[in-house]
């Protein structure tokens, strides 16, 4: 799906694809070996876990130190783009795009008699000067073409180039692309052919980082700004969608369509899109201002909060009404862009994190405005452990400027950690004063390149502060604070104590952070007073002087520190945190100190957790709990039927399944209505199974009649349990429905199936059925792997088994996948079946 936005200015930059990162553990390059497939949330973040994926790093080569350490400097500007316009058609056939460019430019300062543009794998018909028919001499290395201008051009000279080519941006050998954003071909051809029913047919581009100049000429730099036209031709039936204004659309006589779309306001060229499809286009206003949503048609209906941006994000209503959440801050992010990343962009790809950061921030203000502080808060939680297990060694500094490829920023510390600084930004200087620097930021940059210093300046105008501590230690430098946290109380001369110690380490990190923390304190009555302290060493010991021994000492009582704490709270004193103090991540902070420590506070506190306002207290507290204990059984059951979390509800039915008693089949049978999540339903029909098989069986093929294909995860996962050819029908039906996480799942149960049968020819010919996905580049990268890992398991099972004639026959299979295969990152994991 595809949003437009239009402002009354004519104000309207598009991005149409998330750009949050598959972040790895340690953010240093991209893996070159992968053991298992991964676990990844929906907008590309690591999912924190024992599923996760599992990288092994290339080390970045040692830096010489007798020699300058890398730098990745900002384009030097050598020529002003001031304005481009593109007229493009299509062969969907052979995947390539008919081009003739026309740059309006100037030498930036130095006069020049010769411009340097990027454009990849291009076939250069002609280069003229506009309206002069005489070719321009030039040179061309299928990166770069340069231009030859006939003479010397001064900073007071405009002058306008007209280029005709051919863009062929799948007909080159090797890709590139990141782990946030997985490819760079810059325009892609979606089901180009019409061959796959399933699949609409869609032309669309991406431009970031610097994939737009593999189809049209440009200075394809972040820090370059022009005003842009577009002319697509296309076949009459299809939509078109580009930056700024619709200005005309003229029908011609061969049945195609020009659409001439123009954007007054200057932009990196990297945000040039645009989009071509069947579309529906749902219209819709805020605050006067138009917001367009371009969907497959299918999806019209659906809710418009949930503004959809990828394959991976077109829910049915009744998906969406189970989580909207994952589109909200999608679409949260996306269109903080439009700000942060468009109207002010970042000048080379080190400060990335002045795209980034800004736009996951908006992620924590979306949740804080919708869902209220709690839910904010348990998404920067979820954020920072992001950050942190990337951060192995210390990671990188946020401004990188020493990166190994540009792609590698896209990473949990330009993400993640950006996010986390602004926050604690935010909470060191209160809220007006930061959402004022930030307006001001923007007013002062806006349609120009930016980097961190333009920021901190924004900050010290407004607040009359000097910002280089705060900026030179999380933004400059790399790491984090590795906190140990210990208390004393010395009882003659009643003073509590707090020492702080930082133990971080690593290249490039901060060896003393400077933070100022507030302190709580409590009386045994539950009363807080505040204190503010300053931690400017690398240990440093706080006193207080108080009437007697407090019941608790909250350091960092506001919970917005990025950091890695080790905080020695007694039983006692997590308890009475717990109970008393304010905030959602007191409670999981003590809490989860309850759970690591040996005490019968653990099952008390946890049970009072049943009935937390937080789900995700509740859901920790049912994981704490001893599953012996009878007397916890009411709570389990009203949990398992009526809790509003369905990760909760899933969890308690799980846990009565596991007793195998018929007294809870009313629960499980409730558990099977189609209207509920499926992960209740899932749950509630591996606990039926357990009881009776046939009755679960009988259930499925219920489910399996549903207009939808929303069980399709479910039913595998239920049928591969069951040795019966019978159940190969169900797989077989929904071969070519799995794709992205859910062909992991998919073509893992149907292994199992294959193997439980115990009969060579079903298995062979599953086989078949898998290489044939695995080898055809018409599919997706997720199902071919998918299907390749499922082979490489059989293939190990045979192995196991000692039947070498079989496993060389799987192996055969796998190199006849490896020679099929075009893409070079599953190349080298198949290397490794």
Avoid at 93 to 98: D, E, F, G, Q, V
Avoid at 541 to 559: E, M, S
Wanted: hydrophobic share 35%.
């Amino acid at each position: 799906m595809f949003q437009k936005l239009t402002t009354t200015l004519a104000f309207a930059l598009l991005l149409f694809a998330a750009c949050t990162p598959k972040a790895a553990r340690n953010g240093l390059g991209r893996p070159d070996r992968v053991t298992e497939p991964g676990v990844y949330d929906t907008i590309g973040k690591p999912v924190t876990g024992e599923d996760d994926i599992v990288y092994d790093f290339e080390e970045p080569a040692a830096i010489n130190p007798d020699s300058l350490p890398p730098y990745n400097p900002a384009h030097t500007l050598e020529i002003d783009l001031i304005h481009e316009k593109v007229e493009i058609s299509f062969d969907w056939t052979k995947r390539r795009a008919n081009g003739r460019a026309t740059l309006v430019m100037k030498p930036w300062f130095y006069s020049t008699d010769r411009v340097s543009l990027d454009a990849k794998n291009f076939d250069i018909d002609k280069v003229t000067f506009v309206g002069q028919g005489v070719s321009l001499k030039y040179d061309y290395d299928n990166e770069k073409l340069t231009v030859y201008l006939g003479r010397k051009y001064t900073r007071k000279d405009t002058f306008a180039l007209e280029i005709t080519y051919l863009a062929k941006p799948e007909e080159r050998d090797e890709f590139g692309g990141s782990d946030a954003i997985t490819s760079d071909k810059g325009l892609y051809f979606i089901n180009a052919d019409g061959s796959d029913p399933e699949k609409p047919r869609q032309i669309w581009t991406q431009g970031e980082t610097e994939s737009n100049s593999f189809w049209m000429p440009t200075v394809d730099k972040p820090n370059e700004r022009c005003t842009q036209e577009m002319y697509i031709t296309v076949d009459d039936k299809f939509k078109t969608l580009s930056n700024g204004l619709l200005v005309s659309s003229v029908k011609n006589n061969d049945g195609t369509r020009t659409d001439y779309w123009m954007m007054d306001k200057p932009h990196a060229p990297y945000l040039f899109m645009m989009a071509v499809g069947e579309f529906a286009v749902v219209k819709d206003k805020w605050r006067g201002i138009d917001v367009d949503y371009y969907v497959e048609p299918k999806f019209e209906p659906e809710n418009t909060t949930a503004v959809i941006f990828g394959e991976f994000m077109q829910k049915s209503a009744r998906e969406l009404r189970f989580d909207s959440e994952t589109n909200e801050k999608v679409v949260a992010h996306e269109m903080f862009h439009h700000w942060f990343g468009d109207l002010v962009t970042t000048e080379n790809w080190a400060n990335l994190t002045l795209n980034e950061g800004f736009a996951n921030y908006s992620e924590y203000l979306w949740f804080e405005h919708k869902h209220g502080r709690e839910a904010a808060d348990n998404h920067l939680m979820n954020e920072q452990q992001g950050y942190i297990e990337s951060a192995y060694g210390g990671g990188h500094p946020l401004i990188h400027y020493g990166y190994n490829s540009r792609e590698d920023m896209f990473d949990a510390h330009s993400y993640n950690k950006g996010g986390c600084v602004l926050h604690m930004l935010r909470l060191q200087l209160g809220d007006e004063a930061f959402f004022e620097a930030l307006n001001r930021y923007l007013i002062n940059n806006k349609y120009t390149a930016v980097e961190v210093d333009e920021l901190r300046m924004a900050f010290e105008e407004v607040t009359g502060q000097d910002l280089h501590w705060f900026f030179d230690q999380w933004f400059i430098g790399a790491g984090h604070p590795v906190l140990d946290i210990s208390y004393g109380w010395e009882e003659n001369v009643k003073k509590a104590s707090v020492t702080i110690r930082q133990s971080q380490e690593g290249d490039k990190v901060t060896r003393v952070f400077n933070l100022p923390l507030a302190v709580d304190i409590y009386d045994a009555a539950g009363n807080a007073v505040r204190h503010n302290i300053r931690v400017v060493k690398r240990e440093q010991t706080f006193y207080f002087d108080l009437p007697g021994k407090p019941a608790l000492v909250n350091v960092d009582a506001d919970k917005g520190l990025l950091c890695d704490k080790t905080d020695n709270h007694t039983p006692e004193e997590w308890a009475f945190m717990y109970r008393y103090a304010p905030l959602f991540r007191d409670r999981v902070e003590a809490l989860t100190g309850l759970q690591n420590a040996e005490s019968e506070l653990t099952e008390t506190v946890s049970k009072e957790a049943l009935k937390d306002s937080s789900k995700v207290i509740r859901r920790m507290a049912i994981g704490a709990l001893n599953p012996a204990d009878p007397a916890l059984l009411a709570d389990i059951i009203r949990m398992a039927e009526s809790d509003t979390d369905s990760d909760i509800r899933a969890a308690c039915i799980d846990y009565l399944g596991r007793l195998k008693e018929p007294a809870y089949r009313p629960v499980f049978e409730k558990g099977l209505s189609p209207d509920l999540p499926n992960n209740v339903i899932g749950a509630s029909l591996n606990g039926l199974a357990a009881l009776d098989p046939a009755a679960a069986a009988k259930a499925g093929k219920i489910l399996e009649q549903a207009d939808t294909d929303d069980f399709v995860a479910i039913l595998s996962d239920l049928y591969c349990l069951v040795p019966d050819t019978a159940n190969l029908h169900f797989f077989e039906s929904k071969f070519d429905k799995p794709d992205g996480y859910d062909a992991f799942s998919f073509f893992d149960n149907y292994k199992k199936l294959l193997l439980s049968i115990n009969n060579t020819d079903i298995l062979d010919a599953g086989v078949t059925r898998l290489s044939d996905v695995s080898k055809d580049m018409k599919q997706s990268v997720w199902r071919r792997f998918a299907c390749t890992k499922a082979i490489s398991d059989i293939r190990k099972k045979y192995d196991e088994e000692g039947d070498r004639q079989r496993e060389a026959r799987m192996k055969m299979i796998i190199r006849e996948i490896m020679d099929s295969e075009t893409d070079p990152m599953l190349k080298q994991y198949y290397a490794e079946f």
